[in-house]
Structures are given as C-alpha cells and as structure tokens.
C-alpha cells in the first residue's frame, strides 16, 4: 500500500479523536479519545519509518507508547479519585479541583 493511505487513515483516527475530545463530556471517553489521537500519530510515525527504510519513527513510537502507558495510569487515578469525592466524572460538573 501506499504510505498516502496510511497518513490518510491516521489523519481520520486523530480528527475522530479531536472531535471526541471537543464534544463529549465524560472523563473516560476523553482519555479514549487522548489515547486514539496518540495511536494515530504512531501509525503516521511507522507508515513514515517504514517508507524511508528507517526505525527512527519506530523508536518514537515505543517512546509515545511509554508515555501513554503513564498518562493511562495517573490519569485513571485522578479519575477514580475524583469521582470517589464528587460521585460523578461528567466534566461539566467537575470545575474545580478544590480539596
């Protein structure tokens, strides 16, 4: 395949993913949606590495996999936390992160 497909489909995941991010208001669905724009930056990232003959794009992806694998975990945290104070994870209702 040609890498314009890939660029093509890894644009689509990442505006489905901003899209996701601009329009729901629930905080699981917007870290789903943190998670699909950083898988398609990783796609465009080896779709490049593999057309150039290079693993440099494959390298940063291990390092954007680690980072994600982090916000994952101290992001559920501070989910679960939240909503064991507040009772709800809907970010409208959540304005502030007052103790």
Same mark, same amino acid.
């Given at each position: 395949m040609a890498l314009e497909y890939y660029l093509v489909?890894?644009?689509l995941l990442f505006t489905i993913g901003v899209i996701g991010v601009?329009?729901?208001r629930n905080a699981i669905i917007i870290f789903m949606c943190?998670?699909?724009m950083l898988n398609a930056a990783n796609l465009a990232f080896v779709a490049i590495s593999r057309n150039l003959g290079e693993t440099t794009g494959q390298v940063f992806v291990f390092f954007v996999?680690?980072?994600?694998?982090a916000e994952v975990a101290i992001g559920l945290a501070i989910i679960v936390s939240v909503f064991k104070?507040?009772?709800? $994870? %809907?970010?409208?209702? $959540? %304005?502030a992160l007052k103790g």
């Open positions: 489909l890894s644009a601009l329009v729901r943190i998670e699909l996999m680690a980072v994600a694998a104070h507040r009772q709800t $994870i %809907n970010v409208d209702e $959540i %304005n």
